[in-house]
């Protein structure tokens, strides 16, 4: 099974640009890796994906390096309502035989202070 | 807003009793999730469905069971209900494509107390 490692938490302040990493041994060659945020009491919210080298949309940039071991994500100047957790997600197609099993991290608890 | 709905938003019961939580996915969409958050566990992946297949299961316990239903909405029973059964339940819907990376839309929860 492919399993995630990310930093239990991270502190910044507004304005500065956070990354957050997450290690995933074993990820399979199909597989992408995806980052979700959560607020307290909601469900996660899709933020990036990515499969290798850089990935960037309107909100976040996503590095993967060629041994897709682990991956980065970068959030640009962050603002006091960026303060969620974050999760990495693998798709793990190794598991059990079946289509899959889908591995998120224990996620990063971002603090972002004024 | 995500688009998917689960019904009920809170529930309280007590240890061996069985239950059914309810999850409407987002509309054109084929596959539902079910996660469990719990404090110690974090987000578990129990088990997901597509177009009333089971696809791909997860650390789903056996006193646990789902389906979904012709009208593509998804009931996830849990049964002989413990105190560690105690947490946020997620569903999520995509698309599906083929795979597990799809972006997944995830519903409001439904929090679990198990008494």
């Known amino acids: 099974l492919a399993k995630t490692t990310q930093p239990i938490s991270m502190d910044s302040y507004e304005g500065q640009e956070v990354n957050i990493t997450c290690s995933h041994n074993?990820?399979?060659?199909?597989?992408?890796i995806t980052w979700y945020q959560q607020f307290p009491s909601q469900g996660p919210r899709f933020i990036i994906q990515?499969?290798?080298t850089k990935v960037t949309n309107e909100v976040a940039s996503l590095f993967i390096p060629a041994d897709r071991k682990s991956s980065t994500l970068s959030l640009p100047r962050v603002s006091l309502s960026d303060t969620a957790v974050y999760y990495c997600?693998?798709?793990?197609?190794?598991?059990?035989?079946?289509?899959?099993?889908?591995?998120f991290g224990k996620g990063t608890k971002l603090s972002v202070k004024p | 807003d995500s688009g998917v709905t689960q019904t009920p938003k809170h529930l309280i019961t007590a240890t061996g009793q069985r239950v059914t939580l309810r999850c409407s996915p987002r509309?054109?969409?084929?596959?539902v999730y079910w996660y469990q958050q719990s404090l110690d566990q974090g987000l578990q992946f129990l088990i997901q469905?597509?177009?009333?297949?089971?696809?791909a299961k997860g650390n789903i316990l056996e006193r646990f069971s789902a389906q979904q239903f012709p009208d593509l909405h998804s009931e996830l029973n849990l049964s002989s209900l413990e105190l560690g059964d105690s947490a946020l339940y997620f569903c999520?819907?995509?698309?599906?494509?083929?795979?597990?990376?799809?972006?997944?839309?995830f519903g409001p929860g439904t929090r679990l107390l198990v008494l």
């Open positions: 997600l693998v798709g793990d197609s190794n598991y059990g035989g079946s289509q899959g099993n889908l591995i």
């Open positions: 074993n990820i399979a060659t199909n597989d992408y």
């Open positions: 509309s054109g969409d084929l596959s």
């Open positions: 469905y597509y177009n009333g297949e089971e696809r």
């Open positions: 990515g499969y290798k």
């Open positions: 999520a819907s995509s698309v599906f494509s083929g795979g597990l990376q799809e972006t997944q839309y």
